[in-house]
């Protein structure tokens, strides 16, 4: 059984900083694309940034030259810095992984637990 972990989030004031962390464990044979994903009250999950394991990165217009996606492949593990932090992103933020577990030998899409991010002006 393979699952995603998610920790880090919490209260922080407007300017602020956070970092999330998020470790896929259990039978895995490959991750491809690690992400996050958030979703505020009253409105659809979005995407927030994504990484592959070459390190290719991908992130929403709101949080370009803010938040910084980064990953340690050896420990499976996704992490999101999200500096100059903003009301407006206030919402809980979800890990996602695109992985291939071993046993059985699948392709999985995964969604971690999700961790609620609070921002008070």
């Known amino acids: 059984q393979v699952q995603l972990v998610e920790s880090g989030g919490g209260l922080v004031q407007a300017g602020g900083s956070l970092r999330l962390s998020c470790a896929a464990s259990g039978s895995i044979f490959s991750i491809n694309v690690m992400g996050w994903y958030r979703q505020a009250p009253g409105k659809q999950r979005e995407l927030v940034a994504t990484i592959t394991s070459g390190g290719r990165t991908n992130y929403a217009d709101s949080v370009k030259g803010r938040f910084t996606i980064s990953r340690d492949n050896p420990k499976n593990t996704v992490y999101l810095q999200m500096n100059s932090l903003k009301p407006e992103d206030t919402a809980v933020y979800y890990c996602?992984?695109?992985?291939?577990?071993?046993?059985?030998?699948?392709?999985?899409?995964?969604w971690g637990q999700g961790t609620l991010v609070t921002v008070s002006s």
């Open positions: 996602n992984a695109d992985l291939v577990s071993h046993s059985p030998f699948r392709r999985v899409e995964l």
